[in-house]
Each structure stands twice: as C-alpha cells, then as structure tokens.
C-alpha cells in the first residue's frame, strides 16, 4: 500500500507571500494528483503529472520521481487561495482503474 | 454538461437504517468510484466500477454495497447504518485507458448516523 505523507498539515500566510507544500509516498506509481478542496467541500483536479513541471496561472507543481517527492507552489498567493490541497497517488497498474491514494492535506490560510 | 452529480447533499439517519446514495455522470466515463473522506484521514475508496454491471472492493468496503446498473450511475447502498459511517461521501469518474486520466469528483453527500 502506498503511503502518501503531506507536509505541513496547516500553513498560514500572508498575501503576497510565496507558498510551498510538499507531497512525498512511499511506492513508485503512474501518476501524482494536486486536488483543491474549499470550504463547503468540492473538490477541483488541479494538475495531474508523471514527471517534471506543470505550470497553470500562479500555481506549480513539480515531481520528482527518483525520490518520489512532489511540490505545489502558490506564487503571489491570494486569500482566495485557502482551501485545503490534497496530494493523491495513481497506480494504474495493469490497464486496471484502482481509485486514488490520498495524503490527508495541507490546510491553507491566506490573510489579507 | 453537469459534470458528476451526487443525491442527496445531506442526511441524517438512526442507526440501523437503510439508505442509497446516487452518483450520476454525463461524460460517458466507464470508471467510477466511491470515497469516503473523515477527519483526519484523507479520502479512502470504498467502491469502484470498470464498467456497467461490474464492481470491486477498494479499501474500505465493510458495510457497504454498490450496483453499477447503467453506465452513468453507481450507487452506494448502506443497509444497515452505524455512527462509523458517519462521513462525507464523494463518488468521482473517470475515462478508460492505459493514459492516466484525471479524476472528476461529484460534490459530495454529507451523512450523520446517529
């Protein structure tokens, strides 16, 4: 079983301010999820990636898959950025469509 | 398109009764699946379907049953509730195929056993 370890559990900052959360698991797998969790519940994909650096607006999300490490970055963070961000793993393995291994998430506040 | 739909958004039970959750999608995803998401715990699989009239258990399936009827639904049945199950219920699908695809998650059913 993949275990997927989120660091820190809760971050506060203030607006402006460079944000970094950090995803690590225990397993090699097929792809790492960023999720997007407000207030009230939805939950949004943010980025699906295998290798390298994806890029969308003010957010990034990098993996490393030698040392099975993924970063999100928040640049210019804004308070409409808090929510909760949830790092999930994929191990599609097979052609089969096992469901997601989740990190238990990184709660977010931005101040004003 | 609206994307995945769960009913209801919120119940409250006794303990002991029954209950089915429905998630529907209109993207003619073939996979679908159940989480449930607990404080502290991180969302855990439940259920989940590779197609219509096919199920498999995830990683907490006790107390749980699902049918997979027609392809856009997938219930979740609990046929006899216990204050455990007391969660936040989130069904998501996905597309078919050996590329790894994003999942898109309904907005959730919010269950109170008591």
């Known amino acids: 079983k993949n275990e997927v370890e989120q660091s820190p559990q809760n971050l506060t900052a203030q607006e402006g301010e460079f944000i970094t959360i950090n995803c690590s698991y225990s397993v090699g797998i097929s792809a790492l999820h960023w999720l997007q969790q407000h207030p009230g519940g939805g939950i949004v994909s943010l980025f699906m990636l295998s290798s390298g650096k994806k890029k969308h607006g003010r957010l990034i999300a990098t993996i490393n898959i030698q040392e099975k490490h993924s970063s999100l970055h928040i640049t210019a963070s804004h308070p409409r950025d808090s929510a909760v961000y949830i790092c999930a793993v994929a191990m599609y393995s097979g052609g089969g469509a096992d469901g997601l291994t989740f990190g238990k998430g990184t709660h977010l506040i931005i101040q004003p | 398109n609206a994307g995945v739909t769960q009913t209801p958004k919120f119940r409250v039970l006794k303990t002991g009764q029954s209950m089915t959750l429905l998630c529907a999608q209109d993207m003619n995803h073939e996979y679908m699946y159940w989480y449930r998401q607990d404080p502290g715990m991180g969302l855990r699989l439940i259920h989940y379907s590779v197609g219509e009239g096919t199920t498999a258990k995830g990683e907490v399936p006790d107390g749980y049953n699902v049918s997979r009827l027609k392809k856009q639904n997938f219930l979740l049945g609990l046929e006899s509730a216990a204050p455990s199950q007391t969660s936040v219920y989130f069904c998501?699908?996905?597309?078919?195929?050996?590329?790894?695809?994003?999942?898109?998650f309904g907005p959730g059913t919010r269950l109170t056993v008591t």
């Open positions: 998501a699908s996905r597309p078919t195929g050996l590329a790894v695809y994003e999942q898109y």
